[in-house]
């Protein structure tokens, strides 16, 4: 989950190179090198592409930009602009990325996984519509039911733009992607059937169509009680688990062939000792009888000593 970041002394010289954050994005010699530095010091088993899901919306032409202390700030949509989105140079836009991929697959030894990933339709869409990240997506919600038109267009045009993406990030060298569903709370059932399971789906068979048997992570963050749901109608190989999702719940609603990915509280992992510890290991043996990739609920935070990533790694890896 977000491995690179300001918990690494590496990514901060990194970082200090590129003129913003979607340069560092966009600039395959450094994103590669931020990709690999993790691996480097700590021998993970994966490597995560380092881009963000909002190259999307930058690719399809909105104004995006990350400002310090503020996070990413975008020119807001109305249906007037979804209409004017440049859906044709997604592809041309995101090559850069597509390079850093290819770069860190060919640096990677055998035994490491490659994953490649992009934001789901509807988390995506709240940041084009509210022009930031909001506590409860009160923007984004509000349009959709008041500009079903306006809405299901930019929710197609977001569909078409992430297969082709994500097909690219495979021929690139990706071995599995992962679909980040960031804000897939605050939604009632029927809300989150039309805006999170149909996109997600349409994408899972979009992209099967043209990468067959691709691997796919399906991650609905805050879907709660209608997770069973989201990995039984989309068709997501894997699912990850924010921190709120009980072991026990998920293992009783996620069909056994499912693999699981989670659920340990970053803030768990800041903190250290015995607390982080007893809870590594009470996930480690709630899912002891499946498939299961041992992850963090959410993204690791940039205050996380890094001491305690190497205590967890261990206990991952040895008990």
Not at 42 to 50: C, G, K, R, S
Not at 93 to 102: D, F, G, I, K, Q
Not at 103 to 117: A, Q, W
Not at 265 to 276: N, Y
């Amino acid at each position: 989950m977000r491995q690179a970041g300001r918990y690494l002394p590496e990514y901060r010289q990194i970082r200090s190179k590129a003129e913003g954050f979607l340069d560092l994005c966009y600039r395959p010699d450094l994103a590669a090198e931020v990709t690999l530095q993790p691996l480097r010091r700590f021998d993970l088993d994966a490597a995560i592409l380092f881009s963000d899901i909002l190259v999307i919306p930058d690719a399809l032409g909105q104004g995006v930009r990350f400002e310090t202390g503020e996070g990413p700030v975008l020119d807001p949509l109305d249906a007037t602009s979804i209409a004017a989105l440049k859906p044709e140079r997604v592809l041309e836009r995101l090559a850069p990325v597509l390079e850093t991929l290819s770069r860190v697959k060919t640096e990677l030894s055998p035994d490491k996984t490659m994953i490649g990933f992009c934001g789901s339709p509807w988390t995506v869409a709240t940041y084009m519509i509210g022009g930031r990240g909001s506590p409860d997506q009160a923007a984004a919600r509000l349009f959709a039911l008041a500009e079903p038109e306006a809405f299901a267009a930019l929710i197609d045009i977001l569909i078409e733009a992430s297969i082709e993406y994500l097909a690219a990030q495979f021929a690139a060298g990706a071995d599995v992607v992962q679909l980040f569903e960031s804000w897939a709370g605050n939604l009632d059932e029927a809300a989150f059937r039309e805006r999170v399971i149909t996109p997600n789906r349409r994408i899972v068979e979009g992209l099967r169509a043209r990468v067959p048997d691709a691997p796919i992570i399906g991650f609905p963050r805050g879907a709660a009680g209608m997770l069973g749901a989201f990995v039984s109608e989309t068709g997501v190989d894997v699912v990850g688990l924010d921190q709120a999702t009980p072991p026990a719940f998920a293992d009783s609603v996620v069909p056994a062939q499912i693999a699981v990915q989670g659920n340990l509280d970053p803030l768990r992992l800041v903190a250290g000792g015995r607390q982080m510890e007893e809870r590594a290991h009470d996930i480690l043996s709630a899912f002891s009888s499946r498939a299961h990739i041992f992850n963090l609920g959410h993204g690791i935070v940039p205050e996380t000593p890094i001491a305690h990533v190497e205590r967890l790694i261990e206990i991952v890896r040895n008990g």
